[in-house]
């Protein structure tokens, strides 16, 4: 299933005025992060580059298998798997788990909807990711 | 996405062999719906209902799958009053799914157990569980609801140079984190985190110290020994299933073998209960020595609980 949350993001500035500095929730996560999506970075508290944990056609989710955004920071261009140090997500209510192993398995931290935090079990042992709960 | 946890969370010989904690069923309350939810779970075959999960001391610190439901259908609502403040009278947060109750905090941690599972899919994830990876979750949201609700701009910033949100829309004050902020508050009676990081930290701890106890070691290589004598070369059942070899769309018939020789072995030396057992010891006593850190987190997780009750019964 094709990911098309991309097509918002241009639009989204409109009827928005940028003004005074923001007020996050100390457990928010960033504005790097897609909206609608959740994210992991080469380095902790959400520095470093940035790679979404979002669908994309040809990029499963078990092995990690793609890269981090060019352009963004420490760590840009390369492969996610095993290098995430951080994560936020920015879904409304489904949160994610990021994996020690491939497949979806092995022990995992938990992205809660609308949060950040530093990766414990899976710090630079990210395998594969999911989302949480998982139905059956 | 049916049937995915029926392969998944199986493992019920050795599930049973490890003599644990019996499946929880989904709490009564979860019912009650918020949202707009599309997917839901179905109902169990009996013999997978059956099965056993084992449960990890630190569960107790964590939300389950379930609890997380529970409170994401009780968010809902606190959410859709906070928005209706803000003018925004018909909106709805996206549903989560129910949870499937066998889901929980320590499913395949251990690696695949099932052999029909090994044998239809080796280390793969069943095509239902692929369909549900693979699926958008959430439907993207209007810029200004997305400002309200979360309290950050719908536009991203992918450098660090984060840009700057609002802190109020038409006159009214945002609160920290939106309207999500103001509703996980509530219901956790102030804090922001639903999952803190201790519980998780010891939950990464005792997995590395249970992969260096000499128990686990033990079983460890007695398992090696069996895959070897089946012509399979490996330390460990993790290594296996990350085998580079095995990463193509679906399983080639050398990881099907290796996926069913390996749970062969690990039934015949008893390697996920001597590993969950070792595990189980470590966790009792990591916890026992952050008891003044986690018990103020069990009372928030259970007030979190109480409090989504309430909301969702209309209170």
Not at chain 2, 125 to 144: G, H, N, Q
Request: hydrophobic share 40%.
């Amino acid at each position: 299933m094709r990911l098309i949350r991309s097509s918002v993001i241009g639009a989204a500035v409109v009827g928005l005025t940028v003004a005074v500095t923001p007020a996050p929730a100390s457990a928010a996560p960033t504005a790097r992060c897609y909206p609608g999506m959740a994210c992991v970075y080469y380095n902790s508290n959400q520095a470093g580059a940035v790679a979404a944990m979002g669908h994309v056609d040809g990029m499963p989710s078990w092995d990690f298998g793609y890269v981090f955004d060019p352009g963004t920071g420490n760590g840009a261009g390369l492969i996610v798997k095993n290098n995430a140090a951080s994560a936020d997500s920015r879904y409304i209510t489904q949160a994610v788990r990021v994996h020690y192993n491939s497949y979806y398995k092995g022990p995992y931290d938990v992205v809660a909807a609308q949060s950040k935090r530093n990766l414990s079990v899976t710090y630079n042992n990210n395998a594969s990711w999911n989302y949480h709960p998982n139905p059956s | 996405m049916n049937s995915m946890h029926r392969h998944r969370l199986a493992g019920i010989s050795a599930a049973l062999a490890a003599g644990v904690l019996a499946v929880t069923g989904c709490s009564a309350g979860d019912s009650a719906t918020g949202g707009t939810g599309t997917r839901v779970a179905p109902a169990l075959e009996p013999a997978y209902a059956a099965a056993k999960i084992r449960t990890l001391p630190i569960e107790e610190y964590v939300l389950s799958s379930a609890e997380y439901v529970k409170i994401m259908k009780a968010r809902v609502r606190l959410d859709a009053r906070c928005m209706s403040d803000f003018g925004f009278t018909a909106f709805a947060s996206p549903d989560v799914p129910q949870a499937d109750p066998r889901d929980s905090f320590t499913a395949d941690r251990y690696g695949v157990e099932d052999a029909v599972q090994a044998a239809q899919y080796g280390y793969h994830p069943s095509p239902a569980v692929r369909a549900f990876a693979e699926a958008a979750p959430e439907p993207s949201l209007p810029a200004d609801q997305e400002l309200v609700l979360t309290g950050l701009a719908a536009e991203r910033s992918g450098t660090t140079a984060l840009r700057a949100a609002p802190r109020s829309f038409k006159g009214k004050a945002i609160p920290a984190g939106g309207c999500v902020g103001q509703s996980t508050r509530h219901l956790t009676g102030g804090s922001d985190e639903l999952y803190p990081d201790l519980p998780q930290d010891i939950n990464a701890q005792s997995y590395f110290k249970a992969k260096e106890d000499p128990r686990v070691r033990d079983v460890f290589a007695a398992w090696s020994t069996c895959m070897k004598d089946k012509g399979f070369t490996y330390s460990d059942p993790m290594q296996a299933n990350d085998d580079p070899r095995f990463a193509l769309p679906t399983a080639s018939p050398a990881e099907i073998a290796t996926a069913t020789a390996d749970v062969a072995c690990k039934i015949s030396t008893d390697l996920v209960g001597v590993w969950f057992r070792t595990e189980a010891e470590i966790q009792e006593s990591l916890i026992g020595a952050k008891q003044t850190k986690l018990a103020p987190m069990k009372e928030t997780k259970q007030a979190a609980l109480v409090n989504a009750s309430t909301v969702l019964a209309g209170n």
